[in-house]
């Protein structure tokens, strides 16, 4: 359908002009202030609607025309009768103009009662009731088709009312088969921006103006319509634009018709209307713009009246509602309710319209299918120049997805991702709710610091993918130890931390320590291995043992330590001895890192002598530290701490390497070659290559492997995989000696044993020590002799004190044994003297 004036030329108006015809109300005039048999026998069709675009009457002339009945056109009827081709292009322009309420002119076919379609042109003018309100628009339609199919009637008509030129809108030119003008009206003059004086034969190839295509871009004239229409003899019509002589530019559409004298082939001239459209060109490349910003944004769009019953919606209004436009016209936004909000809601957001022409946020609605989603909305209302409200434009967006993203991320940002407990950041806001309800209250508070035991050697050995399965079992059953009031925190690692809230007292926290540990006992099953683990757990009270956040939480972190320093899979209360100890703890570490380049070690060497010939048969390297401030500190206060701060790896390598060096220097003095042995911490087979150490160690110092035996720990069997396994493979066949150190207090089976390259058993003090009294001991010191013989094993009795204890390890056929019995461990200096004899005295070997 043509959208305007602009479809169409004066020429082939004024033929209908020569018939007189009633005018119609002007714009601002009430349509009833006439009297309908004036407008039942107009020669022209007219039609009236009101605001809702719905048409309410058709005057005799127009339904003799359509031959259908007043009641079929009403409303929508009238359509039905428009061509196909049409419809979309005069609906949509007929739609358009009652948004803006501005006059339009359109051309398009309409059905005649013969069945015939005849193309009128429809010209709409907007009215407006006494009180200046819009009421509606009224039309008159005109049958032009004779016009369009008979261009030379129309000119001749023209000329017979070339007097009515000079009253025209229209501009109208008139040239010669050059292109010469032959005459114009006002009109044109003004359009063109020329004078009269330069349109006096101005020939259209002179440079006057600057012809532009629809594009903008320069036109030769000849390309113009009016020189095409005397060129092919057929009347051309189309867009043209000027650059004139006072800089600006305008639009124009024209329609040119060749005029012919006696030859029918050959122009003589051509008539040219024009009509200034640049304003509407704007105009219309604007609605054109809004119009696809309308239909292509990818946020949904209403527009309803003033009593808020829909007129328009676009295509992402149906993507996220689910209703068609179909379903949408007519109705109102209150199809979309999903009753998630109440009646306060709703007049709070009208009041802001009402007041402020605005509302802005987010809402929840309901899809056709039923879904709920939340919705981001804005509504705005849109004013006349009275300030009267006429329209309301409501835009908005599904945003289930973004309000998605924004829990997830305030969630991680509050949770640990791995077990989905609460983490630093909320285990602080958390605790520091609590306090402040514990002082306003006068109650207590508790607070748990808990630390996986052997949590490291799992992880590092079975890998971090079992590691991180086992935390979130751990995770699963803290859960089930705890109130919902309280609150679990992951700190990292294999860190934990609970809250406890309104405590009666340490018998409360400790119950919660006990149910954990408890809970704990049963192994966890990851991917079908049974892995054991249990918690060393601090407590902290509020308000005994601190008053702020910070202050519960590091005391009860010590504590914590001090649960794992009385042996693990237990609990401890903070006292300030704790904390005294954390400090002295915190300068043993710092002293600890500098030892080594301080100098500050040494190694004692304790012989092993075999029970029946009381001749030595090797030595063990035992560390010792010496500090400038601390003076001599005890192995078991300063290797835990070695090993938990990974210290023990360069320590470890350092006395290895002196002990090797040692030994060759004693083979060196002329002493009969003993082996010398080294513990080896689990640490070093996890973060070192043994072998390349062990190695590098016997090539620096000379000595031959067979004179190196290695020490290792029953944990570190027990717990390894295939690279240790390995590992003690490349060393044995290096030539070292292999014995496992305190056999008996740990998972002592003949699996392993077999499995590994051990050459000795080294039971462990313990046993011996109370061997004369317990009688369990004396049976394990004898299962583990009589294992060793039957493995061809040879086993030490460690921590030998007394002569009883050495007359019943021989009794039991124990090989060798070390001790104070027989020696404490001394500087490889004071060994010295009793090497070169290499037997110990006799008394010792005799029963006393």
Known sequence: MLSSVDDF????????????????????????????????????????????????????????????????EMGDGW??????????????????????????????RLRRSDGQYRWIIDTGRPVFDKA????????????????????????????????????????????????????????????????????????????????LNEDGEPLEPTQIPAMQAVTTGQPRAGLLGLDRRDGTRRWLWTNSVPLFDDDPSTPCGVVTTIADVTTRRQDEEQLRLALTVFRNSVEAIIVTDAEERILSVNRAFTEVTGYSPEEALGNTPRMLRSGHHDKSFYDAMWSDIKTLGFWQG???????????????????????TLERTTHYVAVFSDITERKASEAR????????????????????????????????????????????????????????????????????????????????????????????????????????????????GPPFDIDGQLLATSFSIGIALFPDDGKCAESLMKNADTAMYHAKE??????????????????????????????????????????????????????????????????GVPPSSFIP??????????????????????????QAQGYAPIPVAVNLSAMQFRRADMVATVREALEASGLSPQWLELELTESLLMQSG???????????????????????????????????????????????????????????????????????????????????????????GCVAAQGYVFSPPLPAEALGDILRVGVLPGSLIISG
């Open 132 to 211: 200046g309100e819009f009421a509606g628009y009224i039309g008159s339609c005109l049958d032009i088709t004779d016009r369009r199919n008979t261009e030379a009637e129309l000119r001749e008509r023209e000329n017979r009312l070339s007097t009515l030129l000079a009253s025209m809108g229209e501009g109208v030119i008139m040239r010669d088969a050059k292109g010469v003008l032959l005459l114009c009206n006002a009109s044109a003059e003004q359009i063109l921006g020329l004078s009269a004086a330069e349109m006096t034969g101005w020939d259209v190839h002179g440079d006057l103006l600057t012809y």
């Open 722 to 812: 295939a690279q240790v396994e390995n590992t003690l493979a490349e060393l044995k066949a290096l030539g070292v000696r292999m014995s496992i150190d305190d056999f008996g207090t740990g998972y002592s089976s003949l699996a392993y044993l077999k499995r590994f390259p051990v050459d000795c058993l080294k039971i462990d003090r313990s046993f011996v020590n109370d061997l004369i009294d317990d009688p369990d001991d004396a049976a394990i010191v004898r299962a583990v002799i009589q294992l060793g013989r039957s493995l061809r094993l040879d086993v030490i009795a460690e921590g030998t004190e007394t002569h009883e204890q050495l007359d019943v390890l021989r009794a039991e």
């Open 641 to 666: 701490l070695a090993e938990e701060c990974g210290l023990i790896v360069p320590i470890g390598r350092w006395v290895l390497h002196q002990a090797c060096r040692q030994a060759k220097a004693w």
């Open 566 to 631: 009385s042996g693990r899979n237990t609990y401890r209360f903070f006292d300030e001895v704790m904390n005294i100890n954390a400090l002295e703890r915190l300068q043993l570490e710092n002293a600890l890192r500098q030892a080594l380049d301080n100098q500050e070690f040494c190694l004692y060497y304790q012989p092993q002598v075999n029970l029946a010939s009381g001749r030595i048969i090797g030595v063990e390297a035992l560390l010792r530290w010496f500090n400038g401030a601390l003076g």
């Open 362 to 384: 987010e809402i929840h609605d309901r899809r056709k299918d039923g879904t709920l989603y939340p919705s981001a909305l804005s509504i705005s209302a849109v004013r006349n």
């Open 9 to 72: 030329s004066h020429d082939k108006r004024t033929r209908h002009a020569a018939v007189p015809t009633p005018s119609i109300p002007e714009e601002g005039q009430d349509i009833w202030d006439f009297p309908l048999s004036l407008f039942e026998r107009f020669p022209t069709l007219i039609w009236r609607a009101g605001t809702d675009a719905k048409c309410s009457y058709f005057n005799q002339t127009w339904l003799e025309f359509t031959g259908r009945s007043l009641a079929q």
């Open 409 to 520: 991320i305030a969630y991680l940002a509050q949770h640990d991702p791995l077990t989905g407990l609460p983490n630093r950041t909320l285990l602080q806001d958390r605790l520091d709710q609590a306090l402040a309800h514990a002082v306003r209250h006068g109650s207590r508070i508790a607070v748990l610091f808990l630390d996986l035991d052997r949590f490291k050697t799992i992880n590092d050995s079975l890998g971090h993918m079992t590691g991180d399965r086992l935390l979130q079992g751990v995770a699963l059953r803290l859960s089930e130890c705890t109130r919902e009031t309280d609150t679990i925190s992951r700190q990292g690692g294999d860190e934990f931390l609970i809250v406890l809230t309104d405590v009666d007292g340490p018998d409360d926290a400790a119950r919660v320590a006990e149910k954990i540990l408890d809970r704990l």
């Open 79 to 108: 359509t039905c009768g428009v061509h196909p081709e049409d419809f979309d292009r005069c609906v949509s322009t007929y739609l358009e103009h009652f948004a803006v309420r501005t006059p339009f002119e359109m051309e398009y």
